[in-house]
């Protein structure tokens, strides 16, 4: 099946600083996903992209669907300690789909922010 | 409105023991889906149920899992004779059809 492979693995970063972490896919994806799980919680969505090229924002945070569909990446602005989890990329393990269904996730970017 | 609850929060069970772990969805929602997380790793889709259709279960690892979801709402992941590679957080998510799905906190399973 498809497989996301997000770096970095993890990241740690004084507050007030900027971050960038990307996911790659050996397959293209329609539509592109960033989660956000804080500890002993499930996932919640933060941006989700579905065209290539698209770049989308939600308060200090900025996604980028890439223009092969094999790649995405995902940006934080100025970053607070409130920040700190763990970001997940995802997309539909159809990856052709353009609706959510099932999903498969990236391993993962432990996100460590230090006052 | 309540999101989607997960019970138990935690569950610690021998090796060979039968759990059942329960999920209940965001009301309204059609669709209803089951996760895995080992430790440090990303969800692992497991089984998908949409409405009344039946069950997508292309992700369950074995015949040991399995999963029902009662009257279109409540679910029941039941794991048969656990083993220690069975340890993991498993989270229960629901959409609105294949809109957004919402994740619950997860049941963490620990298998001893």
């Known amino acids: 099946g498809q497989q996301l492979n997000q770096s970095p693995q993890s990241m740690f970063i004084q507050e007030g600083e900027d971050v960038s972490m990307n996911c790659t896919s050996s397959s293209i994806f329609n539509t592109w996903l960033w989660y956000k799980q804080d500890p002993g919680e499930g996932p919640v969505l933060l941006i989700a992209?579905?065209?290539?090229?698209e770049l989308t924002s939600n308060g200090r945070l900025t996604a980028q669907f890439g223009i092969t569909r094999k790649d995405s990446f995902l940006n934080i602005s100025a970053s607070i300690p409130s920040d700190v989890g763990i970001y997940f990329c995802?997309?539909?393990?159809?990856?052709?789909?353009?609706?959510?269904?099932?999903?498969?996730f990236g391993q993962g970017t432990i996100l460590t922010v230090h006052p | 409105g309540a999101g989607v609850s997960q019970s138990p929060s935690n569950k610690v069970t021998e090796k060979g023991k039968d759990v059942e772990l329960r999920c209940d969805p965001i009301s309204g929602h059609t669709a209803l889906y089951w996760y895995r997380q080992s430790l440090g790793q990303g969800l692992e889709f497991l089984i998908y149920?949409?409405?009344?259709?039946?069950?997508?279960k292309s992700g369950l690892p074995s015949d040991r899992f399995s999963a029902e979801r009662t009257g279109g709402s409540v679910s029941t992941l039941t794991i048969q004779r656990t083993q220690q590679e069975d340890s993991a957080v498993y989270l229960c998510?629901?959409?609105?059809?294949?809109?957004?799905?919402?994740f619950g906190p997860g049941t963490r399973l620990t298998v001893t």
């Open positions: 998510a629901s959409s609105f059809f294949q809109r957004e799905q919402y």
């Open positions: 149920f949409q409405g009344n259709s039946a069950p997508d």
């Open positions: 992209l579905y065209k290539a090229g």
């Open positions: 995802a997309g539909p393990v159809n990856a052709g789909g353009t609706s959510y269904g099932k999903l498969t």
